[in-house]
């Protein structure tokens, strides 16, 4: 049995053990909280040194990262400070920290003006006495070598020291590839973040360019349509019809480059439909039949199914088809073939349908068939006959947007073959539509331009007072679109105009037009915020919308008819079709006006409007039942308490109700007084008092003409059937 004091004397070891291993752990936490606050790996590295010299009771410490580089092998160098003349750009094996690089081992040295392994200076002996050196570890590779130094007049360095020296470098490894990983993890953020930008600026450069070119096409393409259908004259009408073949063209091109864009930046997605494949595609190609005539070129389409049904893109496999085709006929001879095969691929996979378009044309030359579908690429020996590069690059990629694959062969001379294998069924996860992509604006250049077309209000007033024309209000920021609607549209319409969003808000509520025309890209407030204001403004609630652009993704219309639009139009634009589109829509609100009229009990619930306009109709009504027995309440009061210019309220009343705000006062009161009348609330006179008329028998004039009998005959009618 051990005696008591030795018992003692091992438990007192046994706590400084543990005393020296909590030490230890609350050092290792304290590095590892320390460095990793650091963003900077030398700035870390500083932390760790000054951490290791007062864990180890040394006068200097540095840390030295390896490089590839035999010749130099440190690519990072902290220390305490520079006094220690200890060098580091030893070769391996001629040197401690060489040689701990080479043999991949911590090293202690107790004495180094006495230890004999290494090429040792004269004056770092003198200098230096004891040294500690272990290699930075990380996932089995040395990253770095770990020094701590001390003078002659310090203590020597112990295996313990040494322990804990190597622990420290273990957690420095971890800490230094944390912080490298932290670091490649944030660049590719960054790196991301700026292709995610560069896309960004492209597809906005894309649209602004597009807007830029469809402004003109639409006056080009506009008065041309006018042009022609003025005209006989065949040569005119040759010339005008190559205006209009390029113009076309144009837009063509533009409408590719926008695909490409949108394709890019991830907003392109497909809407899938059900359909048969075989009567679509026969479909396009009866659209080519005319072109293939006046070329003398056969067309033909065969496969042996009468019917596939299957699920895909019309818009998208219209393109596809149609690009292939377009190209098949360009670069194929007079008295040429075109072979045009649809059928379900039975050998390798039957959910799978092949579509081939064949030529015997010019053929691609072997040496840039494997580029054909790169953008920009054109094959040399077509660029006589025209031709972008883009068509086949959109083909490829709208093909492999429903998962399908495209390849091609040609012979020079003898003919090209394209072969699209697309899958039956599209998974609809990857057909779903992606959120609505807010609408970039290019606000470098602002348009300031007076516009002279004002109306004034008691004139403006005065002309609805006299005529039933609509009012119409065009906004646009370019001078000369606005124009192009108003010649065509004037001769059936009042027009006002704005140059931009903000001047077209203002007038929107001032004079309270029928319908109103905008463009969607403009300066400073754009389409969608105009429309999203006149939509939730109550003066303006009621007035339909057609807005205007370049933008003719779904994803671009439904932003536009989600903020409350009526319509939209992508430029250019057919005049006839804009004519018949504000004529819909203003017939649309008179039929409402017309059942409104009708109504002989005032419901605003029952009537086809926005809760907007229903809520306005409600709010007048109350306005109207709290003066209902004022015979002094006129318009003028009627519309400053409803917060209206009493042209406003008149508009605003005439477009959702075909009243005026003076019939609306004098309706609302006969109503309420043939409720009064149905209740026997009453004689004659006295309701009439109670709904404001102070002249019974003008009452009576007024219920006559409203019900079509007088309130003596109305009461009869109603006791009678009752």
Same mark, same amino acid.
């Given at each position: 049995?051990?005696?008591?004091?030795?018992?003692?004397?091992?438990?007192?070891?046994?706590?400084?053990? =543990? #005393?020296?291993?909590?030490?230890?752990?609350?050092?290792?936490?304290?590095?590892?909280?320390?460095? *990793?606050?650091?963003?900077?790996?030398?700035?870390?590295?500083?932390?760790?040194?000054?951490?290791?010299?007062?864990?180890?009771?040394?006068?200097?410490? =540095? !840390?030295?990262?390896?490089?590839?580089?035999?010749?130099?092998?440190?690519?990072?160098?902290?220390?305490?400070?520079?006094?220690?003349?200890?060098?580091?750009?030893?070769?391996?094996?001629?040197?401690?920290?060489?040689?701990? =690089?080479?043999?991949?081992?911590?090293?202690?040295?107790?004495?180094?003006?006495?230890?004999?392994?290494?090429?040792?200076?004269?004056?770092?002996?003198?200098?230096?006495?004891?040294?500690?050196?272990?290699?930075?570890?990380?996932?089995?590779?040395?990253?770095?070598?770990?020094?701590?130094?001390?003078?002659?007049?310090?203590?020597?360095?112990?295996?313990?020291?040494?322990?804990?020296? *190597?622990?420290?470098?273990?957690?420095?490894?971890?800490?230094?590839?944390?912080?490298?990983?932290?670091? +490649?993890?944030?660049?590719?953020?960054?790196?991301?973040?700026?292709?995610?930008?560069?896309?960004? !600026?492209?597809?906005?450069?894309?649209?602004?360019?597009?807007?830029?070119?469809?402004?003109?096409?639409?006056?080009?393409?506009?008065?041309?349509?006018?042009?022609?259908?003025?005209?006989?004259?065949?040569?005119?009408? *040759?010339?005008?019809?190559?205006?209009?073949?390029?113009?076309?063209?144009?837009?063509? =091109?533009?409408?590719?480059?926008?695909?490409?864009?949108? !394709?890019?930046?991830?907003?392109?997605?497909?809407?899938? +439909?059900?359909?048969?494949?075989?009567?679509?595609? #026969?479909?396009?190609?009866?659209?080519?039949?005319?072109?293939?005539?006046?070329?003398?070129?056969?067309?033909?389409?065969?496969?042996?199914?009468?019917?596939?049904?299957?699920?895909?893109?019309?818009?998208?496999?219209?393109?596809?088809?149609?690009?292939?085709?377009?190209?098949?006929?360009?670069?194929?001879?007079?008295?040429?073939?075109?072979?045009? *095969?649809?059928?379900?691929?039975?050998?390798?996979?039957?959910?799978?349908? /092949?579509?081939?378009?064949?030529?015997?044309?010019?053929? !691609?030359?072997?040496?840039?068939?494997?580029?054909?579908?790169?953008?920009?690429?054109?094959?040399?020996?077509?660029?006589?006959?025209?031709?972008?590069?883009?068509?086949?690059?959109?083909?490829? /990629?709208?093909?492999?947007?429903?998962?399908?694959?495209?390849?091609?062969?040609?012979?020079?001379?003898?003919?090209?073959?394209?072969?699209?294998?697309? @899958?039956?069924?599209?998974?609809?996860?990857?057909?779903?539509?992606?959120?609505?992509?807010?609408? +970039?604006?290019?606000?470098?250049?602002?348009?300031?331009?007076?516009?002279?077309?004002?109306?004034?209000?008691?004139?403006?007033?005065? #002309?609805?007072?006299?005529?039933?024309?609509?009012?119409?209000?065009?906004? +646009?920021?370019?001078?000369?679109?606005?124009?192009?609607? #108003?010649?065509?549209?004037?001769?059936?319409?009042?027009?006002?105009?704005?140059?931009?969003?903000?001047?077209?808000?203002?007038?929107?509520?001032?004079?309270?037009?029928?319908?109103?025309?905008?463009?969607?890209?403009?300066?400073?407030?754009?389409?969608?915020?105009?429309?999203?204001?006149?939509?939730?403004?109550?003066?303006?609630?009621?007035?339909?919308?057609?807005?205007?652009?370049?933008?003719?993704?779904?994803?671009?219309?439904?932003?536009?008819?989600?903020?409350?639009?009526?319509?939209?139009?992508?430029?250019?634009?057919?005049?006839?079709?804009?004519?018949?589109?504000?004529?819909?829509?203003?017939?649309?609100?008179?039929?409402?006006?017309?059942?409104?009229?009708?109504?002989?009990?005032?419901? @605003?619930?029952?009537?086809?409007?926005?809760?907007?306009?229903?809520?306005?109709?409600?709010?007048?009504?109350?306005?109207?039942?709290?003066?209902?027995?004022?015979?002094?309440?006129?318009?003028?009061?009627?519309?400053?308490?409803?917060?209206?210019?009493?042209?406003?309220?008149?508009?605003?009343?005439?477009?959702?109700?075909?009243?005026?705000?003076?019939?609306?006062?004098?309706?609302?009161?006969?109503?309420?007084?043939?409720?009064?009348?149905?209740?026997?609330?009453?004689?004659?006179?006295?309701?009439?008092?109670?709904?404001?008329?102070?002249?019974?028998?003008?009452?009576?004039?007024?219920?006559?003409?409203?019900?079509?009998?007088?309130?003596?005959?109305?009461?009869?009618?109603?006791?009678?059937?009752?």
């Amino acid at each position: 049995m051990k005696e008591p004091s030795k018992k003692i004397q091992e438990l007192e070891l046994e706590v400084k053990r =543990l #005393k020296a291993s909590v030490e230890e752990l609350r050092l290792l936490n304290d590095i590892a909280v320390s460095a *990793s606050k650091e963003t900077d790996v030398d700035l870390m590295l500083n932390v760790i040194v000054k951490k290791s010299i007062k864990a180890l009771d040394a006068e200097q410490s =540095l !840390i030295l990262l390896v490089t590839k580089n035999p010749k130099d092998p440190f690519k990072t160098i902290i220390r305490q400070d520079d006094r220690s003349s200890l060098k580091h750009t030893y070769h391996v094996g001629e040197h401690i920290t060489g040689w701990v =690089l080479l043999n991949k081992e911590a090293l202690v040295i107790e004495d180094l003006s006495k230890d004999k392994r290494f090429h040792s200076t004269e004056e770092e002996k003198e200098d230096i006495h004891s040294v500690l050196c272990v290699p930075i570890w990380f996932e089995g590779n040395i990253i770095g070598v770990m020094m701590a130094i001390n003078k002659k007049n310090k203590k020597l360095f112990s295996k313990n020291d040494l322990t804990l020296f *190597s622990i420290i470098s273990v957690q420095a490894g971890q800490l230094i590839k944390n912080l490298e990983l932290q670091r +490649e993890t944030f660049l590719k953020i960054k790196e991301t973040e700026k292709l995610q930008e560069l896309d960004k !600026i492209k597809t906005n450069f894309f649209t602004n360019i597009s807007h830029e070119f469809r402004t003109p096409l639409t006056l080009i393409l506009g008065p041309l349509e006018k042009l022609m259908s003025e005209n006989n004259n065949e040569f005119i009408q *040759s010339q005008y019809t190559l205006i209009q073949k390029n113009a076309n063209n144009l837009l063509k =091109l533009i409408n590719q480059l926008l695909d490409l864009s949108s !394709i890019d930046a991830g907003k392109m997605k497909l809407n899938i +439909e059900r359909g048969d494949a075989i009567a679509f595609i #026969k479909g396009i190609i009866a659209s080519f039949n005319p072109l293939a005539e006046i070329k003398n070129i056969k067309l033909k389409f065969s496969s042996k199914l009468e019917q596939i049904d299957s699920y895909f893109d019309k818009d998208k496999l219209e393109k596809i088809i149609s690009n292939l085709l377009s190209n098949a006929l360009k670069f194929t001879y007079e008295k040429g073939e075109i072979f045009v *095969s649809v059928s379900i691929d039975t050998e390798n996979n039957n959910d799978v349908i /092949e579509i081939n378009v064949e030529d015997n044309g010019i053929g !691609i030359p072997p040496n840039e068939l494997k580029n054909i579908f790169d953008r920009f690429s054109k094959a040399n020996n077509s660029s006589a006959l025209g031709g972008t590069g883009i068509g086949l690059a959109l083909v490829k /990629e709208l093909v492999e947007l429903h998962n399908g694959s495209i390849s091609v062969k040609s012979e020079i001379n003898k003919g090209t073959k394209f072969k699209i294998s697309l @899958p039956l069924k599209i998974e609809y996860s990857k057909a779903s539509a992606t959120p609505h992509a807010s609408i +970039e604006m290019n606000t470098d250049k602002i348009i300031s331009e007076p516009v002279n077309e004002a109306i004034g209000e008691r004139e403006l007033e005065n #002309k609805n007072n006299t005529d039933n024309v609509p009012l119409v209000l065009i906004v +646009e920021d370019e001078r000369d679109i606005r124009n192009f609607i #108003k010649d065509n549209i004037g001769d059936k319409y009042k027009i006002i105009e704005s140059p931009d969003g903000k001047d077209g808000i203002k007038k929107s509520i001032e004079y309270i037009p029928d319908i109103i025309i905008s463009d969607i890209i403009m300066p400073g407030v754009d389409g969608i915020e105009l429309c999203k204001n006149i939509k939730s403004d109550e003066k303006t609630s009621h007035i339909p919308i057609i807005l205007l652009t370049a933008k003719s993704s779904v994803d671009n219309k439904l932003e536009g008819l989600e903020t409350g639009a009526d319509d939209y139009l992508t430029k250019p634009f057919n005049i006839s079709e804009l004519q018949v589109r504000v004529s819909n829509l203003i017939n649309q609100r008179r039929k409402l006006r017309e059942r409104f009229r009708k109504e002989i009990l005032l419901e @605003p619930k029952e009537i086809a409007v926005t809760s907007t306009d229903e809520k306005f109709l409600y709010r007048i009504a109350n306005i109207i039942e709290k003066h209902i027995s004022d015979y002094n309440f006129s318009v003028d009061s009627f519309a400053n308490e409803a917060g209206m210019s009493r042209m406003q309220l008149h508009r605003k009343l005439n477009a959702v109700t075909g009243q005026s705000a003076g019939d609306y006062i004098r309706n609302y009161r006969l109503k309420r007084a043939a409720k009064l009348l149905e209740g026997k609330h009453g004689n004659i006179a006295e309701v009439a008092y109670d709904v404001g008329f102070n002249n019974p028998s003008y009452f009576s004039d007024c219920f006559k003409k409203m019900f079509g009998s007088l309130p003596s005959e109305y009461v009869q009618n109603i006791h009678t059937s009752n």
